[in-house]
């Protein structure tokens, strides 16, 4: 019954903002990251959202051991130091933009940015191939 409720009320708002049938998906698609975000705990974490919608902790050694394979599928040794700099520089980037939940797409996007910024532009363009799970 709520749920019935809440749809009611979502059909009133696009039919008021005229939104299209073409624009809907957009505008679900843009409040997602917004309504869970306001729905976490206050734990300073920073949260990725998945491409099937499910929500996961950000985990410095997953992302750290991505950029690894990236590189090693190009027969590329990136130094744990290296590693560490790319992690740091994307956290950073993360924490500036004060958000706590972020699509797994901006998370690639950022990191080949930084990557290539970081003059690991072979290992940028292998991370983009990379398969997302």
Avoid: C, W
């Avoid at 744990?80 to 933009?97: G, R, T």
């Avoid at 004060?98 to 950022?110: G, N, Q």
């Avoid at 990191?111 to 003059?119: A, E, F, G, I």
């Amino acid at each position: 019954m709520k749920i019935k409720k809440l749809e009611n009320k979502i059909m009133k708002y696009i039919n008021e903002e005229n939104l299209t049938v073409e624009e809907v998906p957009v505008f679900f698609e843009r409040l997602m990251p917004t309504i869970i975000e306001n729905l976490l705990p206050d734990d300073n974490n920073i949260y990725l959202l998945k491409k099937n919608n499910k929500l996961q902790k950000y985990d410095r050694e997953k992302f750290i051991h991505g950029i690894s394979a990236a590189a090693r599928d190009i027969s590329f040794q990136m130094l744990d130091s290296d590693l560490n700099n790319v992690a740091n520089h994307m956290e950073l980037i993360l924490n500036k933009m004060d958000k706590r939940v972020y699509k797994t797409s901006t998370i690639r996007s950022l990191t080949v940015d930084t990557l290539n910024k970081m003059n690991f532009k072979d290992v940028a363009s292998s991370f983009e191939r990379f398969k997302v799970a």
